[in-house]
């Protein structure tokens, strides 16, 4: 019988299935939500190194970065309190990037927050930081 080796230290382990199939119900919920609201969806999960951002939208000309949070526990302040500053600087150098070479145009950062996978239970906030 072998013995189990402990993971490295310098590897990262990824989320357990169950909660990545939440949030990627709390991400369709929310781009099912915004879409009744008139966005339209430009991309999902628009990655690029050091920063994701959920939902990419327009609105009536502007481009809607979207950042989705899902939270079950109210222990730590809920979903709104987990877009902390450096997650927002990460979705700012996202949208950045994302930005580049495109035409100039207003753009805003959104938040859809989550407490349940319910619609019941969406907060959307609308300007919920600014670029610095």
């Known amino acids: 019988m072998q ?21 990627a119900s709390a991400e369709a919920l929310a781009e099912a939500f915004l879409s009744r609201q008139g966005l339209r969806i ?34 730590f302040g809920g979903a709104g309190a987990s877009i902390t500053p450096a997650k927002q600087r990460r979705l700012i150098l996202a949208a950045r990037h994302y930005l580049a070479g495109k035409r100039e145009r207003p753009c805003r950062f959104d938040a859809v927050l989550l407490d349940g996978l319910t619609e019941a239970n969406i907060d959307w906030i609308r300007n919920a930081f600014e670029a610095y």
Do not use: M, T, Y
Not at 3 to 23: D, F, I, M, W, Y
């Open 42 to 75: 430009l991309e999902r999960n628009w990655r690029v190194r050091g920063g994701e951002i959920d939902l990419i939208c327009e609105d009536h000309g502007s481009l809607v970065f979207v950042e989705v949070r899902l939270r079950r526990r109210n222990d």
């Open 3 to 23: 013995a189990k080796k402990p993971p490295e230290p310098n590897r990262q382990l990824s989320a357990p299935p169950s909660r990545q199939l939440a949030g």
